[in-house]
């Protein structure tokens, strides 16, 4: 695979005087899902606002298919990358159409005006999404895993090779974070390139083909699910004591948080019982 995205010494910052992200160098592959973890403040959404343009580099630069992000046009760079930030909103009684008709807007001009070719498009968007019947629906009425899916259509209708999401499982409940990630896998399947900042670990270990865990604005480890959900890994980046076990379903790495109640569990192998015999607590 080639690499689509090559960031190198990449430095960010809000301020002069706090730097969040330091000199970060890093390498995306083409059709590749990769996640960003780490604790909360330790730069994920920084990068992320770094690769989409939305936050100018202090230091380094940051490539798209060869091209420097930040002398492209607008446009141009919409037509490839597409992002969807955290805990978006949508005008009150904006509907799922219109919604996702926002995502045409790098492909019009003054010469191109809205076109059969672009209301195909939004309706391929929504079919994907599986969001058609809710199409004349006010995004505000729809559950969270909707809303999420209609912000997700709508990057698709800018028809983008990249697709960055800041936490898109975020406040939603599991059913519908398992929805969320598994579109992004079908769209992944389908040729797009995806870069997510996830909290939970495990889904990342199952769904990311890359995994870089950051700390402190800086990259501690970074590779597939297997090189970087260690023990030692899991320790370094969010001061955890953790097992990491085998998921039974798809056999990626699991963490398996230890905590203090777990500790002391662990610590007494067995218990006696009332009866004088001795009972096996369950490992942790």
Not at 89 to 95: C, F, R, V, Y
Not at 142 to 170: C, H, N
């Amino acid at each position: 695979m080639n690499d689509l995205i090559q960031i190198e010494n990449l430095s960010l910052s809000y301020d002069s005087d706090t730097m969040i992200v330091h000199e970060l160098n890093l390498h995306i592959q083409q059709r590749t899902i990769t996640a960003l973890v780490g604790p909360n403040g330790c730069g994920k959404s920084t990068l992320l606002r770094g690769l989409s343009r939305l936050l100018k580099p202090v230091k380094g630069n940051v490539h798209l298919d060869g091209r420097d992000i930040h002398a492209m046009k607008a446009k141009d760079l919409a037509k490839q990358l597409g992002i969807l930030p955290q805990s978006p909103t949508a005008p009150e009684g904006l509907t799922v159409h219109e919604l996702v008709a926002q995502g045409r807007y790098p492909h019009q001009n003054w010469f191109q005006q809205w076109s059969r070719e672009d209301e195909r498009i939004v309706e391929d968007a929504l079919i994907t999404t599986n969001l058609t019947m809710f199409a004349d629906r006010p995004v505000d009425t729809l559950s969270g895993g909707q809303r999420q899916r209609a912000w997700i259509a709508m990057a698709l209708a800018q028809q983008t090779e990249v697709l960055l999401l800041d936490e898109p499982t975020t406040y939603l409940d599991l059913a519908y974070q398992i929805d969320v990630l598994d579109l992004l896998d079908d769209l992944n399947e389908q040729g797009r390139t995806i870069v997510m900042v996830l909290h939970d670990l495990n889904q990342a270990a199952r769904y990311a083909d890359t995994i870089v865990a950051l700390r402190g604005g800086q990259i501690v480890a970074q590779g597939t699910p297997e090189q970087v959900m260690t023990p030692e890994n899991i320790l370094q980046v969010f001061g955890l004591k953790a097992e990491v076990v085998s998921d039974p379903i798809t056999g990626t790495p699991m963490c398996v948080p230890i905590g203090r109640r777990g500790q002391r569990r662990h610590e007494r192998q067995v218990l006696p019982s009332t009866n004088g015999k001795v009972n096996e607590s369950i490992k942790v």
